[in-house]
């Protein structure tokens, strides 16, 4: 299988060049201006667009059993949606239930993703804490090529992680070379807040940004943060959404201190207004955890990715149709959290971020792709155009414009966050193992065609922290 990419220009998160790039056997085989090109080999016109590393989108739940339902779009059809939106590659989640085998979920979710029709990864969830747990992270590290176990902070008397747990599996991350991570809302306070909010009679969506205030990320986000601090482990905090949070991230890195963090385009756009929509429906479709937030907590995140402090975007995809949402219409805490964006996060950042001036086309990319296969140690195979990385490009049309719709979108979800917006820039061709499948409209994903992603344990990150931790302490760094 041959494809010449040609007349396009090469961006990565670090140049841009002009190029044409052949792809042999799902490879880039090379780049340059005058390649010869083989017979057979098929050609794809990048005249005025932009060549970039696939997306790849570090949080996804395709098919995610949740608050006694499933999240409605599986593991084919939001990666071919992501297809459709320039995302390549995606890094979703196995959450065992308390008690369960980490292994045997890791099994389940497995079966599941199959189906995938582009390249797909895990984080594992410690939802409890024994010896098996810590055997097992062992066991999937080794065997299984996981690098990243997360930990939710919130969810009470579901899948959240308390501190004793957070100790201890991160310790155990620290042992193994794995990135833990965290869901950083303190969800002690969240049930409180939950049941306050419901027995003065505030059962409506407009409640559900009540409950989980701001400060309720930011002492998530600094306990995190502390505890990895003193056990000299790094950290990643998924879905960064308040100003709270990128403070306490911004404190944390000025003293050294390994901690990375990932923004949603929802938090980036939208603000808690959502909730006191007039149509019930349109406000639960919102609802997600952490909420959008008052406008004023955009800024911060801007700033975040434009300074360093924040590294990687995501969708958090999970979704939920409207006769799921509405298990909760007499109970907001019952309404299934989760929104879609697997298809537009692209679009929207270049939107907003590259068009209004906040962010370079290199950070663009650094955010979108490279970041991201950095920290879970996929560099260069993903998040890269150079010889020997997967064939995984989008061709980027920065003229190009569409309008966002539930109507007309590829995710499996009568609901679009995004609903009404117009973008400017979007993927016209995507490229997936050195295929074409998306192509100016025309979707062609295939069921099954997505590899499983085993990411190696020791990331650089760990190369800089041991240095760094030798540097800053006499003794040995303890492992
Ligand atoms: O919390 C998460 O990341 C999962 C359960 C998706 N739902 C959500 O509201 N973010
Ligand atoms: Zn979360
Ligand atoms: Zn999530």
Redesign the pocket.
């Known amino acids: 299988m041959q494809l010449l990419i040609r007349g396009g220009t090469v961006v990565t998160h670090e140049e841009s060049f002009r190029a044409d790039v052949l792809c042999v056997d799902g490879r880039i085989a090379a780049l340059g201006t005058d390649l010869g090109v083989p017979g057979g080999t098929e050609v794809v016109d990048a005249g005025g667009l932009l060549v970039m590393p696939g997306g790849i989108d570090p ?1 996804t ?1 395709m098919e ?1 059993p ?2 006694g339902t499933v ?1 409605s779009e599986d593991f084919y059809s939001g990666t071919a949606a992501g297809l459709a939106g320039g995302t390549t590659s995606i890094i979703d ?1 196995v ?1 065992p239930n308390p008690q369960q085998s980490l292994l045997e979920a890791f099994g389940a979710w497995r079966g599941w993703a199959e189906k995938s029709a582009a390249d797909y990864g895990f984080h594992v969830a410690i939802t409890w804490w024994s010896e098996q747990v810590r055997e097992e992270m062992g066991v999937l590290v080794r065997e299984h090529g996981i690098n990243s176990f997360k930990h ?1 902070m ?2 009470k008397n579901a ?1 959240m992680a308390a501190d004793d747990t957070l100790v201890a599996s991160f310790e155990r991350c620290l042992e193994l070379g794995a990135m833990p991570t965290v ?1 950083a809302e303190n969800g002690e306070l969240v049930d409180h807040l939950q049941r306050k909010l419901l027995a003065q009679g505030l059962t409506g969506p407009e409640a559900h940004p009540l409950s989980r205030p701001a400060q309720v990320e930011g002492e998530a986000a600094s306990r995190a943060i502390s505890i990895a601090g003193t056990l000299g482990v790094p950290l990643y905090l ?2 960064v959404s308040t100003a709270d949070a990128v403070e306490q991230i911004r404190l944390a890195r000025r003293q050294g201190q390994p901690v990375y963090g990932e923004v949603l385009p929802g938090h980036l756009l939208l603000d808690d207004s959502v909730y006191r929509h007039p149509d019930w429906q349109v406000a639960a479709g919102h ?4 909420p959008f937030r008052p406008a004023q907590h955009q800024q911060a995140l801007w700033q975040g990715l434009q300074s360093g402090d924040l590294q990687t975007t995501a969708t ?1 995809h ?1 979704c939920f149709c409207a006769e799921q949402k509405a298990a909760g219409r007499d109970d907001f805490s019952k309404i ?4 879609a964006g697997i298809e537009e996060r692209m679009a929207v950042l270049w939107d907003e971020g590259v068009n209004s001036g906040r962010l370079s086309m290199h950070e663009f990319v650094a955010i979108t792709s490279s970041n991201t296969a950095k920290l879970f140690n996929l560099f260069p195979r993903k998040g890269a155009v150079r010889v020997g990385a997967d064939a995984d490009l989008v061709l980027w049309d920065p003229e190009g414009t569409r309008l966002i719709s539930a109507r007309t979108h590829h995710q499996n979800v009568d609901f679009n966050i995004f609903e009404g917006k117009t973008v400017r820039g979007i993927p016209r061709h995507t490229i997936s193992q050195g295929r074409l499948v998306w192509c100016d409209g025309d979707l062609r994903a295939e069921r099954g065609a997505g590899r499983y992603l085993p990411r190696p344990a020791w990331p650089a990150v760990y190369q800089q922290l041991s240095q760094r931790a030798a540097h800053n302490r006499a003794e040995p760094v303890l492992r």
């Open positions: 949080h739940h995610l949740f608050m999240a989640f959450i939710f919130a969810y899948i869901h998924v879905h609802v997600m955890s952490p958090d999970c299934p959290n989760g929104t």
